[in-house]
């Protein structure tokens, strides 16, 4: 029989997953079918249990959910502890396993699919909710000198920097950055879900830096159009970061990793 994974969020109908996994199953030959789910704001657990004891194998979590499925998940990866929030769940048999594979997907997109060294550098990262939780250890493990954790709220970047538990990371607010500069400067705002722009300094990037937003769209993004216009060396979107943490999903349900960039290539065509 084919395995049935699906997306869950809401909103759903946008999301590329589907296309990009079907088109994993196509590369490696594993037979799967894989759908989207709209859940529901007030019962993200009985909708997702509905799909899983209903014969499916696994869930990709995308907004709002992540901090529910950490919740939802029997078992928890590492990745998925220190992120504080879950955007894979794999239906194992000792029960439901949380994972996250955001921060993974970020750095192979920088550091394999564009060539971003990230060693000695200084990284911004806007933002403190689901999605910048995915990302800091993972960050932090590809060897910057520092990470600066943004937030309009401050304490939320205190908090999280505070999770992150190392000298390398620090916090503030967001109308505490003027005058500082940055190699890469990563949005993880709720802004971008509307295409807006965080409340920043125009003057952030350093000399050569790159600005990467962690949303995407068939046009530009706002914050990709702002790190245009500020000189960003490479000014991308969260393409590729959706394939290579999709590629690492699929890995743990299947035991198979995928290759990502003809599934990159086919999304840009």
């Known amino acids: 029989m084919t395995d049935r994974y699906a997306v869950i969020g809401n909103p759903i109908e946008h999301s590329l997953s589907p296309r990009i996994h079907q088109r994993f199953a196509e590369l490696t030959g594993e037979d799967i079918a894989y759908l989207r789910l709209l859940g529901s704001t007030d019962d993200f657990a009985g909708d997702a249990r509905h799909f899983l004891d209903t014969g499916g194998k696994g869930l990709n979590v995308t907004v709002p959910f992540k901090e529910q499925a950490f919740t939802l998940a029997d078992d928890l990866s590492t990745r998925a502890r220190r992120a504080g929030a879950v955007n894979t769940l794999i239906v194992t048999d000792q029960g439901l396993r949380g994972d996250n594979t955001d921060g993974i997907g970020l750095v192979r997109d920088l550091r394999d699919n564009h060539g971003f060294d990230f060693t000695g550098r200084r990284v911004l990262l806007l933002g403190a909710g689901g999605a910048a939780r995915g990302v800091v250890r993972p960050l932090l493990d590809a060897g910057p000198r520092h990470i600066v954790i943004a937030n309009r709220t401050a304490s939320k970047a205190d908090a999280l920097a505070a999770r992150a538990d190392s000298a390398r990371v620090s916090a503030r607010g967001l109308d505490k950055l003027e005058g500082e500069r940055f190699d890469l400067i990563i ?83």
């Open 187 to 269: 949005n993880a705002t709720a802004a971008g879900l509307t295409d807006a722009l965080p409340d920043i300094p125009d003057t952030l990037l350093a000399k050569g830096g790159w600005s990467y937003d962690m949303m995407y769209a068939s046009e530009p993004t706002a914050f990709v159009r702002w790190g245009r216009t500020r000189g960003a060396s490479k000014a991308l979107d969260g393409l590729g970061m959706l394939v290579e943490q999709a590629a690492e999903s699929f890995c743990l349900w299947r035991g198979t990793r995928p290759p990502t960039g003809p599934v990159i290539a086919m999304l840009k065509e």
